[in-house]
């Protein structure tokens, strides 16, 4: 009798069923996998978060205030490449504060480097390279010697200005590399208001600086930062715990994404002083979270948000509680101005915010936000009037100061 001739192989059948079967198993795994490192990254995100705010902190504890925003030199000559144009951000004012001090000696001194090059936007053609105290790639001379605290944040040729550190990036975000120069993702809320607040307290008008915006200030500068204007803990009356110190923004990536390039020259009033959802109808109908082309869209490549850390400029460090986490960026007048500054991320439903004691916590993008029409201005009557509760719900009073919301009972 002959034996059974026995197969160690698999059949085509068999090596089929398997592959199939693996197949659906990595594709089970992949969105775990994905959502892991996701999880770390908001992780890391909350992590760098925290440490920006403790540098507040302890600027605060060292000088009784917190960091200006909108702050440095000038001069009535108004100079960006002898100047910084009192436009400096609070995160320059902190970087002591969170392991740049080595970054902060360069810029609270002299410093040699290439020539200036441009004295209003960043050069979209430049690439930079990464040796933080270095020249420009292809450029070696050091033949320009800029002033103490440096010239204005978007003069290319100052190499600090261009730096990207890493505590002011969200692992999420994926935005690298020109046009931009050194990318911030967080940014100081400035309450819920928007009148005058792209130039705060001091301003240059007539061929000089003058603290003319004083009285616009005490109407609208309603968060805990204002523009060129001092401010500390003890303002804030509302209670840190309950008040929103600090906002997440996501970078702008030069794809019309309606959260990181403002629709611009959309008028104040009638404008977004009127409605902070004036420009809710120039989104693509076919993909909501962009815009459509149109001749609103700002047309320098240089200006999207998070562009320049070193910069006080609403566009690139500044945040407002008018509309929700990840809606639209309205302007009135250009992208130098401000409009509807609204947090953003790329967190899936929300974003981080660091409140005034420190805390970090996460804003869904469904929080409770008012009315949604007007804003509070100087001359506003009745519920827009000066000194008013915010008229932007939950969501407002979380970002103005000293206004008596009763935060703590409804956060």
Known sequence: MQRPHHHNGFTLLELLVVMGIIGILVA??????????????????????????????????????????????????NDPTNTNQFRLSFLVSITPFVGQSTLWEAISDEYAGPPPRTSNAADPDVTYGMDPYGSLDGDDGLTHLYPSMGP???????????????????PSDPGAGSPAMGRTNYAACLGDAIEGLDAGSWRYEASQWTPSGETLMRATGRGMFV???????????????????????????????????PSTNNGWSPG???????????????RPMFWLRSPKLENSSAQ???????????????????????????????????????????????????????????????????????TITKHGQDELAPGSPSPFGLWGALGTRDQGELNGELF
């Open 28 to 77: 089970m795994l992949l969105p775990a996998v994905q959502a892991a490192r996701e999880a770390a990254r908001r992780m890391s995100c909350s992590n760098n978060f925290k440490q920006i705010a403790l540098g507040v902190a302890q600027y605060h504890d060292a000088f009784g205030n917190l960091p200006l925003h909108g702050t440095g030199t000038f001069s009535n000559a």
């Open 152 to 170: 204005a944040p978007s003069e290319v040729s100052y190499t600090p200005w261009r730096i990207d550190i890493s505590t002011y990036r969200c």
């Open 227 to 261: 523009p060129r204007m001092v401010t500390s803990y003890g303002d804030v009356t509302d209670g840190l715990s309950s008040t929103i110190m600090l906002g997440e923004i996501a970078t702008d990536l030069s794809d019309l994404d309606k959260r990181t390039a």
């Open 272 to 286: 977004v002083l009127d409605d902070v959802e004036f420009c809710r109808s120039q989104a693509d109908p076919n």
């Open 304 to 374: 999207g948000r998070g562009f320049r850390w070193a910069d006080s400029q609403s566009l690139m460090t500044g945040c407002n509680t008018t509309l929700p986490p990840n809606r639209e960026l309205c302007f009135g007048g250009d992208a130098a101005t401000i409009g509807t500054l609204t947090f953003s991320s790329w967190h899936q439903g929300g974003c981080h915010v660091a409140m005034g004691d420190g805390a970090i916590k996460f804003i869904t993008d469904s929080i409770e936000c008012g009315n949604q029409e007007g």
